[in-house]
């Protein structure tokens, strides 16, 4: 099955340490984005990737990082600079085209403890 | 920054209505979509329509985009309680270099009384 994957689903940090989510795809798309979904909220993007080992901030890059070493994975690491990472995350990709859907995993649920 | 948003916000209707969406956007446009997505789930897309159409249908969904007034609206007819979630629209802006970014409004929570 053709699909994106984000683990774990739930995720418990304490404060001032680092973690990381995965997302993996094998839809052969180029392009992977993460957002962060606050309650009630819209999406707001934190980081995209159009190509292997190439990545762009989003809107609210601040506290979190990003790798693109391979075209099937985009993790992103939440660091201890994020003041408030308690959230929903959630990964997309596409094709880099833009002309295409989006496919979402279903998304990893952060808390602060 | 946030592309596009989503008018209203939530939305509570009778099972059997129809619901109007709407989603208004800033910048020119090559296609926008439109996702819903279930509660605490990751999001699935509905409908693309492309900046050269005006209206596309999809078995209950009507989608309606006017360029010139930066808008499109999503027509969900003859509602059903399973229908409740949020509805976003979503739109590609095309960042520095080729980059692509792509940006979600706000959403509408639609809920289907039964």
């Known amino acids: 099955d053709g699909g994106i994957t984000q683990s774990p689903k739930y995720l418990f940090r304490k404060e001032g340490q680092n973690v990381t989510l995965s997302c993996e795809q094998n839809l052969n798309h180029d392009a992977m984005y993460w957002y962060r979904q606050d309650p009630g909220q819209g999406l707001r993007l934190i980081y995209y990737s159009q190509i292997v080992n190439d990545f762009q901030k989003g809107d609210i890059a601040e506290g979190y990082s990003v790798s693109r070493e391979k075209k099937e994975s985009f993790p992103l690491t939440v660091t201890s600079a994020q003041k408030n990472p308690t959230a929903f995350y959630l990964c997309?990709?596409?094709?880099?085209?833009?002309?295409?859907?989006?496919?979402f995993g279903q998304g990893t649920r952060l808390t602060v403890v | 920054s946030q592309q596009g948003e989503e008018d209203p916000q939530a939305l509570s209707i009778q099972e059997g209505e129809n619901a109007t969406m709407n989603c208004s956007y800033k910048?020119?446009?090559?296609?926008l979509q439109w996702y819903r997505q279930n509660s605490g789930r990751g999001l699935v897309h509905l409908i693309l329509i492309r900046s050269n159409e005006r209206e596309k249908h999809s078995g209950r969904l009507r989608v309606t985009l006017d360029t010139s007034k930066k808008s499109s609206s999503l027509l969900i007819t003859a509602s059903r309680a399973a229908d409740t979630a949020s509805y976003f629209c979503?739109?590609?802006?095309?960042?520095?270099?080729?980059?692509?970014?792509?940006?979600f409004g706000s959403g509408t929570q639609l809920t289907v009384l039964p």
């Open positions: 979503a739109t590609v802006l095309i960042s520095s270099g080729s980059a692509r970014q792509l940006t």
């Open positions: 910048t020119s446009i090559n296609n």
């Open positions: 997309a990709s596409s094709s880099s085209d833009g002309y295409r859907e989006a496919f």
